[in-house]
């Protein structure tokens, strides 16, 4: 449902929530128009970006996301992209399916080993210390810049760049786990993406915006990127369709938590979230207070 189409059915049916997802975008304009019989709208997802916060606070609407459920899976998908990037899985992919029928060589087709590398983590939340905790069994060393320095028994002698810029130079692989929104919009830009050494892979199972695309692309296709896994992008579902014609970039349609038992597991959330508002008690994940 598009926006209009939500307020239509919400005054239609006199609803009592709504239950959102991340593909409706929530700007003031739209908060403004829910009615006011809706005394809570849960969005089905961690990330909150698609959310103008202040015209839900302004309006009194009590808002919540889906923390917690979709950790692990997220962390998942991320450490297959970063894997699919270090041995080119797309490109073994596709010599499949083209029929191979030639040997190669010892000297061909080489990925990078993941074993023993340097992984950055730009975030260091719920998502991105599950990544960590997937690195260590990998024999990974772990770098991570967060706006704030986790607790050592967070840390798990991961170590943490107050500025990101500095961290850069020593990542073998990068991984963002940053949330969207100004304060992050394209901090991987050509300026920061000139910043990782030579052969590093790239990782973005985060958000979109974190991103200059025009620059990733352009260190993807100098090879000064060895390679990429991207879950999200830009303008989804409308996405840069530049990035299929890079035989170096493993694709995923933005599907971080996207597994039966989590997919469930974030509805029951949002699900838990309205029965409490609506039962007269504090949400349980509430995005603004
Ligand atoms: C999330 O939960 O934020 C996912 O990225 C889906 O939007």
Redo the contacts with the bound molecule.
């Keep these: 449902m598009d926006a209009d189409t939500v307020i239509e059915m919400l005054t239609d049916h006199r609803a009592d929530a709504l239950m959102l ?2 593909h409706l975008k929530f700007p003031k304009t739209v908060i403004e128009r829910i009615p006011e019989h809706v005394k809570i709208a849960a969005t089905c ?3 909150t970006d698609h959310i103008d916060i202040p015209a839900a606070k302004a309006r009194g609407l009590p808002m919540t ?2 923390p917690d459920v ?1 950790t692990e899976c ?1 962390a998942d998908l991320a450490f297959m992209l970063m894997l699919n990037a270090f041995r080119r899985g797309y490109e073994y992919d596709r010599i499949m399916r083209a029929g191979w029928r030639i040997h190669y060589g010892l000297g061909e087709m080489m990925g990078r080993r993941a074993w023993g590398k340097t992984l950055g983590l730009i975030g260091f939340g719920r998502i991105g210390q599950a990544m960590a905790r997937r690195a260590r069994g990998f024999g990974m060393r772990v770098l991570y810049s967060s706006r704030n320095r986790a607790a050592e028994e967070a840390e798990l002698g991961a170590m943490y760049f107050a500025d990101f810029r500095e961290m850069l130079p020593h990542c073998d692989a990068l991984s963002l786990h940053a949330p969207g929104g100004l304060a992050t919009s394209k901090i991987m830009n050509a300026e920061t993406f000139a910043l990782l050494p030579k052969g590093a892979v790239f990782v973005n199972a985060a ?1 979109g915006s974190l991103v200059d695309e025009d620059a990733l692309i352009a260190a993807l296709a100098s090879g000064h990127l060895a390679g990429a896994g991207l879950d ?1 992008f830009h303008n989804e579902p409308e996405y840069d369709t530049r990035f299929a014609d890079l035989p170096n970039v493993f694709l995923a349609p ?1 599907m ?2 996207a597994t039966v038992e989590t997919r469930n597991a ?1 509805g029951f959330r949002a699900l838990d979230n309205i029965q409490a508002v609506l039962a007269g008690k504090p949400p349980i994940d509430p995005i603004w207070r």
Excluded: A, E, K, Q
Aim: proline letters at 0%; zero cysteines; glycine letters at 14%.
């Design positions: 997802t991340s997802s961690v990330g996301n889906t979709l997220t958000r999200v933005h971080g938590s974030m």
